[in-house]
């Protein structure tokens, strides 16, 4: 399974930001949409990524306020990306290795998608679920007598 086989499921919406945004619009943006992160795009290119984790940090950092903050002090400048067709065990690898639950899907310089830890783990149960479907769909129509002869 690849990220475009993921994204397919997922579909497309995206959400961006710019780096000169205040903070605090950002925050709003991710609680109106109850999403848990941004794209940051300035011209057009990748510049960062802004997720709760970020927000949290710069809120404690400036004395539990977001004040006057901008995303770029906030933000992830140099986000780990994956493109269309990195497979999924190397994305799992990636984010647990970077402990990254959000990841930008790059084509070139063009922002394809965003895949989360949930979206791997849900493709991950996904798969598994209609494997055992499968294997079950198999075994429960396995000729009664090569079934017998099989676990004899």
Sequence with gaps: MKVSDILRVKGNTLFTITPDDPLAEAAQTMADKDIGSLVVMEHGDLVGMLTFREVIVAIVNNGGQVGTTLVRKAMDDAPVTCTLETDLDEIRRIMLERHAR???????????????????????????????????????????????????
């Design 102 to 152: 959000y990841m930008p899907v790059m084509d070139k310089r063009m922002l394809m998608g965003v895949i989360s830890f949930y979206d791997v783990a849900k493709a991950v149960v996904d798969a598994q679920n209609f494997e055992n479907k499968m294997l079950k769909a198999y075994i429960r129509d396995w000729p009664e007598d090569e079934s017998n002869e099989k676990a004899g």
